[in-house]
């Protein structure tokens, strides 16, 4: 993350410490082997963006980071609860620079231990009580992050579902990754937002921040998977190539390529046994038909919307972080 | 459910009716597909006990069965999101009489089914502020079943843990079958008292009594899957033993059985490759050496510990019912 401002970055380090170790204070129990493997993604890294999210609006807002502890961790907790489940469905190998839980523990456990992650989401949620957050405004935290989830299950099924369409238009794509995304970010933002305040013109602003830069994030991830550095993502590109996603890039080169080219193309998505070559080859077909580029100006779109709705929030350094964490959700190269 | 009072059938009857309803109104959506796959095996019946102690405890302490709704359909919910995810990890082809939900959607769909209906299951427990519960107690609802789910999980993997152990002691499975099984039960009755009352004595008695009923629900289903019809139980028996799963009746009769018997009930524990015949000839051991009726013992035990604790609530005909549900919860054959 060597793009962001001094400041931020020590701000996300400052952050993803104390959520960390609310995590791991949070999260433990027998059998071993079970929180091991539930904890395994979190140990391996990860951005901590969404805490991070929820902790600068509450500061944002005139309240302490610890306030926000507890929900900082649920969106974490959710967050890398989808990551279990969506590498066992999407056969992944690899995260994170580390095997996968279901390669390492074997599927059954790795459901487990995502539902387990989820459980403990909603129990850390609760913890805001003793922190001194309203019953009520507790309880409307619960009500945000369940709605997420079951939006985030919605996506992952429109995901596996646009896998075996012939033809997926823009604006269901962006619905899709709305959903599959985007939702969790919104939570984020609302829940930083819950922690000090039940103003419902504030939280809605922070909800269209949070799914605006979160559609953004996802489009931007789109591009990484066909135009990032393997070496920086820590996980093998052209997997959306080869399972067959239909990501904006691959979406907008196909409503543009024609002949050879297309039908080159065509070969290769969804082909799970393309091999490297072949994969290099649709990614420059991706590339010339100008599909990054297209994906690039839709992105900072979205960010333009994400900045405007900050306007909210008093001025002030964390708004500024917000502002800044936005602009990152497109630049970012990992 | 013959052996059951009239009474007691119909409120039953009644309460299934209205969760369901609730249910119904509250789990829609798109995708479509992944709607049908989540609400699958709530449409194809289940007993719905779970919503039922909800109901009955809330209307034992005084309040309406129309406020305990959220609750109680967040216990189901709860209780079908494990089962969909069980029948993957156990590779389950049919349940309440219908193919599972896997089998008729694939993995990768049922993994997020189960995920969308514990999504849901939260979204429920926070309508019961519309309901006029307190938000102070439905962030204690909220607690309590996040708890119970994280306990569920926990006893998930104790499960398939002990498939692979030599030996596996009575007091080990006692809580396994607390953890994968009691814990909902548990949380079941406090859910309904919370729909009603503060009152800590009262919220750690119908803890107990859940409890209690939870672990001799879970005996007897232990039992049933030795011992029971299978016309009945609308599942085929034997999967324990086929499974090597460690029940108390297989326990039982491993630590009695010498030489030759033992030998040949060994042979047939976690052989996925047994015909009927050795299945059939294993459970036959299993009920010579006495598993069964030490396992019957045993689970009226807890059944005396669930009425002794059921005490604590006014006299009247929910808590008559509340009681006749223990006595069931041993005596049911399906």
């Known amino acids: 993350m060597t793009q962001l401002s001094e400041r931020l970055r020590s701000y996300i380090t400052r952050v993803a410490g104390l959520v960390d170790g609310y995590i791991y204070a949070r999260v433990h129990g027998e059998p071993e082997e079970l929180y091991n ?51 066992i469905m999407d056969r992944d190998d690899f995260r994170r620079g580390v095997p ?26 609760t913890d805001a009580r003793d922190k001194g957050v309203p019953a009520e405004r507790v309880a409307k935290a619960v009500r945000v992050l369940a709605q997420a989830s079951s939006i985030v299950a919605e996506g992952q099924a429109m995901d596996m579902m646009f896998e075996e369409e012939e033809y997926v238009d823009v604006e269901d794509y962006l619905k899709m990754i709305y959903k599959k995304t985007g939702a969790l970010f919104e939570a984020s ?40 550095e393997e070496s920086e993502l820590g996980k093998p590109i052209y997997s959306d190539i080869r399972e067959g996603k239909k990501t904006l890039p691959i979406l907008y080169a196909l409503s543009k390529l024609e002949g050879d080219a297309r039908e ?53 350094e964390y708004r500024e972080m917000l502002e800044e964490l936005a602009r990152f959700a497109v630049s970012r190269t990992r």
């Open 37 to 87: 493997a539930a904890l395994h993604l979190i140990r391996a890294g990860g951005k901590r963006l969404r805490p991070v999210i929820v902790v600068a609006t509450t500061e944002a807002l005139g309240e302490e980071a610890e306030k926000a502890l507890p929900f900082a961790a649920a969106v974490e907790l959710v967050h890398n609860f989808t990551l279990v489940h969506d590498d």
């Open 100 to 125: 996968t839980v279901h390669k390492l523990w074997g599927e059954p456990l790795a459901i487990t231990a995502g539902d387990l992650l989820y459980a403990k989401a909603f129990e850390a949620l």
């Open 189 to 228: 933002a609302v829940l930083g937002g819950l922690v000090a305040t039940s103003d419902e013109n504030i939280l809605s602003s922070l909800a269209s921040y949070g799914k605006s830069l979160g559609i953004a994030f996802q489009i931007r991830d789109d591009i990484l998977g066909i135009a990032g």
């Open 264 to 316: 080159k193309l065509e070969k290769v998505l969804g082909n799970r046994d393309a091999g490297r070559e072949e994969l290099e080859e649709a990614a420059k077909l991706i590339k010339e038909a100008g599909g990054i580029e297209y994906a690039e100006e839709l992105a900072r779109r979205y960010v333009e919307q994400a900045l405007a709705a900050l306007k909210v929030l008093p001025e002030n």
